[in-house]
């Protein structure tokens, strides 16, 4: 009887623990494929500035040469603009990779507070086996006497 009261005490402490674990799993695997992603995006991104980037760069040669200051004057509008969008750009994914900071922020928030849970529940547990078990100690010492 002991014997069974031990294995089911273990059984509902190991339930939680193999339930975290899952969570943990899962989360870490969804984390991978995040992060793959973001990789990827950040690369994607990289290489398309880059070309952006040498076009804006090779223009400028173009508008040193110009002698009329109406036709520099559109060559280098025409350079801020492109400029400007570069920087947007860039804005966009930082504003981006912020919300997603921030989202990961919150749920690590709410994955401390599920752990404190299970803290807690493991602990419940834990004293509920331990007074089961001094309970039927007792009762088969006294049934032994």
């Known amino acids: ?9 273990t059984q509902l ?3 939680i623990q193999v339930a975290a674990d899952s969570r943990e799993a899962h ?8 992060t793959r992603q973001r990789v990827e995006k950040l690369e994607n991104e990289a290489k398309g500035n880059q070309d952006k980037f040498e ?3 090779s223009k400028w040669a173009a508008a040193k040469e110009k002698t009329i200051p109406q036709d520099l004057w559109d060559r280098l509008n025409q350079q801020q603009l492109l400029c400007a969008l570069l920087i947007e750009e860039k804005n966009k994914l930082i504003s981006e990779l ?6 990961k922020d919150d749920q690590y928030v709410k994955d401390l507070r599920r752990q404190a849970e299970d803290i807690n ?7 509920e086996q331990i007074r089961n078990l001094l309970k039927n100690c ?8």
Do not use: F
């Open 27 to 34: 989360r870490r695997s969804e984390e991978e494929e995040l």
């Open 1 to 9: 009887r002991l014997a069974k009261l031990l294995i089911d005490g």
């Open 98 to 103: 912020q919300q997603e900071l921030k989202s």
């Open 13 to 15: 402490v190991t339930n």
């Open 55 to 57: 076009e804006i760069t």
């Open 121 to 127: 529940l493991l602990l419940e547990r834990m004293e």
């Open 138 to 145: 007792r009762r088969e010492l006294l049934q032994i006497e």
